[in-house]
């Protein structure tokens, strides 16, 4: 009788323990945690082959144990600062009205963001963004305000159409025909991730967009959700290429939520991209990449087509890294 008494006792402890939520969870594959890692820190990662010169920069302040927020500013305004990017800043290729037009957002761990768009006459967007971000209970500054509110913070005017990019914007003006082209117009963006030696995420994303864009067209980079997300207690992530068509998936925001769920960044980044395809029916001439960090410092990137890369910089590594990809010809 005894016996029988345990028996049913341990039965019930089982039952009601079948009914707790953990326990009622279904698990399914690319769902479950992660195993604790030992976490990699510092760590920056970037967009592109500009990020490399930019990596320099934000690896300078992370190894003097500097905030990653500090960093991912200063890696990405060498980029803005670069007459020769001509997709970034500085030298960026201009709108079809001939005006150089910037976007940028920055994110801390603290998901305290700033952004501006449609930022005209200034070098360094992203560090306007940080003001917008510290100094207003806002979030994003357009067009006429943001720059505005840029001056009144000292930052210079400037005009930010080269000899180069002007002369280029006129050779296109004699056909005026828009027609994105894989890999280099649609490379508009620097963004850029980053773990300091405390384990705290940032990240900045910083634009002048596709090339002879209408004028007043705002891609994805300054929107948070989608050219980029931080969640200190997940991950990070980032996109390049084709704007709307992330603006129209939430891209970044998403990514980090598949890592919440327990994605490795890889494969969330590839769930990204599928999804992008998916919801559009004409590929042609459509790039999109995603790159993502987790909080242990596990990387990786994924695109549409071949030709993305990233920078990558840590202790030991310092190297420009072909992402995977879904097709090879557009």
């Not at 200034?122 to 971000?133: L, T």
């Not at 930052?155 to 002007?166: G, S």
């Not at 969640?231 to 084709?242: F, L, P, S």
Request: hydrophobic share 40%; net charge neutral.
């Amino acid at each position: 009788m005894t016996k029988r008494r345990d028996f049913l006792k341990l039965s019930a402890l089982a039952g009601a323990a079948a009914l707790t939520p953990s326990a009622c969870k279904i698990e399914t594959p690319g769902e479950r945690p992660a195993k604790s890692k030992k976490s990699i820190k510092p760590i920056v990662i970037s967009t592109w082959q500009h990020g490399m010169a930019a990596n320099k920069a934000a690896w300078d302040i992370l190894v003097n144990k500097g905030a990653a927020l500090d960093a991912v500013e200063a890696g990405v305004r060498v980029t803005e600062s670069d007459p020769l990017s001509t997709s970034v800043g500085f030298g960026g290729l201009p709108d079809r009205d001939g005006k150089v037009t910037l976007d940028a957002c920055i994110m801390d761990h603290k998901n305290q963001c700033g952004a501006v768009a449609f930022l005209q006459d200034i070098e360094n967007p992203i560090s306007v963004a940080r003001k917008v971000m510290e100094d207003t209970p806002h979030v994003m500054l357009v067009g006429e305000g943001a720059l505005q509110f840029a001056l009144e913070k000292g930052f210079p005017h400037k005009n930010l159409l080269t000899d180069k990019a002007e002369k280029a914007w006129k050779e296109w003006l004699k056909k005026s025909n828009y027609q994105p082209v894989i890999n280099r117009e649609n490379h508009d963006t620097i963004g850029m991730l980053a773990i300091d030696a405390n384990g705290n995420l940032a990240g900045a994303c910083t634009t002048s967009g596709m090339a002879y864009k209408l004028h007043g067209r705002v891609g994805d980079s300054p929107i948070i959700g989608a050219g980029l997300f931080v969640d200190n207690e997940v991950g990070a992530a980032c996109a390049t290429g084709v704007g709307e068509a992330v603006i129209r998936t939430a891209g970044s925001a998403i990514i980090v939520e598949m890592m919440r769920n327990g994605m490795s960044p890889a494969a969330a980044c590839k769930e990204a991209v599928l999804r992008v395809m998916k919801k559009h029916s004409d590929l042609k001439n459509l790039q999109v990449g995603f790159l993502a960090l987790n909080r242990n410092g596990e990387y990786g990137a994924y695109s549409i087509y071949k030709g993305f890369n990233f920078a990558l910089r840590t202790d030991t590594e310092e190297s420009l890294v072909n992402a995977k990809f879904e097709l090879t010809n557009a």
